[in-house]
């Protein structure tokens, strides 16, 4: 077992490692991870940020989506989970609450390397009673001098039929809308298959990172992808890699990451 002080050494040292080129003449990369954590309880029911942090850590990512992310909640020990998380990986977090729930708060959550410009949390439609659904909305400042990107993390409603989250996927083009050419992601847990009506709807505003299914779900032994990384606008990026990381314990599902290159142009 590694000593804390050294954990935490080692994910500050990380913080120094934003994807800033050399000069001018090379490729702008951003590194990103989504991942539903669960609130960090493992397939082995134990609560463990600690291993949340080292995956993260091991992928050296400028901005994580974080989803089923607790704030003061009972069932993770009252823990600040967004506060801890960002100590153990060297990062700033952005979190914000859809609901209140044991006493905490519970919502998403993004950590990141990057300078943070404005963040905000818009609510997305919601069909259920019992737990809103919200979009956080991150302006940071590009490596590089590049101006700003856009990050939206979410996590969509899991229950049939598609209504919601199809209302979702519009609420989420209409924030994309507000500045149409800054470069932006968007990444979390939509709960849709890769040939569903919802990721169809979101094909129409986004350009998915991986154009085969990657399957993200369950953990153990995954089975069907419902975790994604998007880009817009299209001519903005390229994908230099995307892959599921093998983890199966930490959360019940498995972290999608992705190196993204930023082209450069007006934005």
Request: with cysteine; hydrophobic share 40%; aromatic share 4%.
């Amino acid at each position: 077992m590694v000593p804390n002080r050294f954990r935490t050494t080692a994910a500050l040292l990380l913080a120094a490692a934003v994807a800033v080129p050399a000069s001018a003449d090379e490729p702008v990369r951003i590194r990103v991870l989504s991942y539903n954590i669960h609130h960090g309880r493992g397939t082995d029911d134990v609560v463990d940020l600690d291993r949340i942090a080292r995956v993260i850590n091991d992928e050296r990512p400028d901005v994580i989506a974080l989803q089923e992310v607790d704030r003061g909640v009972e069932r993770s020990g009252r823990i600040d989970e967004p506060a801890e998380l960002a100590r153990l990986t060297g990062t700033r977090a952005v979190f914000e609450r859809n609901i209140s729930y044991q006493g905490g708060d519970y919502g998403n959550a993004l950590l990141t390397r990057l300078p943070i410009e404005a963040s905000r949390n818009v609510p997305l439609p919601s069909s259920y009673e019992g737990e809103q659904r919200g979009c956080l909305v991150v302006d940071l400042e590009a490596p590089g001098g590049q101006g700003s990107i856009r990050v939206l993390a979410t996590h969509l409603d899991y229950r049939p039929p598609d209504e919601e989250r199809l209302a979702s996927a519009a609420r989420i083009a209409e924030i994309a809308a507000e500045h149409p050419d800054r470069p932006t992601i968007l990444m979390g847990d939509l709960n849709a298959r890769p040939d569903s009506a919802v990721l169809l709807r979101f094909d129409e505003d986004w350009t998915r990172a991986n154009a085969e299914p990657m399957p993200t779900f369950p953990a153990v032994e995954p089975t069907r992808q419902i975790d994604y990384i998007l880009v817009r606008p299209e001519a903005r990026w390229r994908v230099v890699e995307i892959r599921v990381l093998e983890e199966e314990v930490a959360s019940d599902h498995r972290p999608i990451f992705a190196e993204l290159e930023l082209i450069v142009g007006e934005g």
